[in-house]
T-cell receptor
Framework: GENVEQHPSTLSVQEGDSAVIKCTYS??????FPWYKQELGKGPQLIID?????GEKKDQRIAVTLNKTAKHFSLHITETQPEDSAVYFC???????????FGTGTRLLVSP | NAGVTQTPKFQVLKTGQSMTLQCAQD?????MYWYRQDPGMGLRLIYY???????DKGEVPNGYNVSRLNKREFSLRLESAAPSQTSVYFC??????????????FGPGTRLTVT
C-alpha cells in the first residue's frame, strides 16, 4: 500500500522567510496530493492540492510542486507570517481508492 | 468546521469502559471517515464508509467498530477502552462526486483519554 514520508518534523523560520516542507510517496499510481493545515485544537483544513497531471500549483503565498518521476512533492510558503504557525500534513491518494494516506506532520513555527 | 459535527468534544474513560463517538454531516456526501491522531504519527485511518450501509477497515481498525445507519451519521464505538486508545479522533467527509474532487473535510475532533 501507499506510504508517505514527511520532512522535517519541525521547522522554525523568521517572519518573512520562506518555508519548505517535503514529502515522498511510494505508490506510483497515486494521483492526488493535498496539503492540510492544522491549528491548535482544530481539525485539519485543506490549504492546497495538486493532481498528478500538473507539476506546480500556486495560491498567493502558497505553492506546491510535484515530481512524479522522483515521487515527491513539496509545499512552499513565501513571506511567512506568525499566523502561518501550525502543523502541516501532506497526503496522497492512489488512483481507484477512496483513502488518503497522510504524512506524519511538520510543526512550523514562525517567529516575529 | 461547519458541516461536520462531533460529540463529545472531550471524554475521559476508565480501562474497560465502552463509549460511542458520534459524527454527523449536513453536507449530503456519501463517504465518511474516522481517523485517530497521535503525536508523531500523523492521521491514521480507522474505518471508512463509502456509502450508507457500507463500511471498510482502514489502517488501524483493531479495538473499534463503526456504524453507518444513514447517510448523515457515522459512529465509532470502543467496546472495551484501553490506554492505547487515548488519542484525538477526527471524523471527515469526502467532498465532490465520483471521480471529481477528492477533498476531505474534517470535523473539530474528540479528545479521548483512557486511564
Amino acid at each position: 500500500g501507499e506510504n508517505v514520508e514527511q520532512h522535517p518534523s519541525t521547522l522554525s523560520v523568521q517572519e518573512g522567510d520562506s518555508a519548505v516542507i517535503k514529502c515522498t510517496y511510494s505508490d506510483s499510481a497515486s494521483n492526488y496530493f493535498p496539503w492540510y493545515k492544522q491549528e491548535l485544537g482544530k481539525g485539519p483544513q485543506l490549504i492546497i492540492d495538486i493532481r498528478s497531471n500538473v507539476g506546480e500549483k500556486k495560491d498567493q503565498r502558497i505553492a506546491v510542486t510535484l515530481n512524479k518521476t522522483a515521487k515527491h512533492f513539496s509545499l512552499h510558503i513565501t513571506e511567512t507570517q506568525p499566523e502561518d504557525s501550525a502543523v502541516y500534513f501532506c497526503a496522497a491518494r492512489a488512483s481507484g481508492f477512496q483513502k488518503l494516506v497522510f504524512g506524519t506532520g511538520t510543526r512550523l513555527l514562525v517567529s516575529p | 468546521n461547519a458541516g461536520v459535527t462531533q460529540t463529545p468534544k472531550f471524554q475521559v474513560l476508565k480501562t474497560g469502559q465502552s463509549m460511542t463517538l458520534q459524527c454527523a454531516q449536513d453536507m449530503n456526501h456519501n463517504s465518511m471517515y474516522w481517523y485517530r491522531q497521535d503525536p508523531g504519527m500523523g492521521l491514521r485511518l480507522i474505518y471508512y464508509s463509502a456509502s450508507e450501509g457500507t463500511t471498510d477497515k482502514g489502517e488501524v481498525p483493531n479495538g473499534y467498530n463503526v456504524s453507518r445507519l444513514n447517510k448523515r451519521e457515522f459512529s465509532l464505538r470502543l467496546e472495551s477502552a484501553a490506554p492505547s486508545q487515548t488519542s484525538v479522533y477526527f471524523c471527515a467527509i469526502r467532498l465532490g462526486g465520483q471521480g471529481a474532487l477528492y477533498e476531505q473535510y474534517f470535523g473539530p475532533g474528540t479528545r479521548l483519554t483512557v486511564t
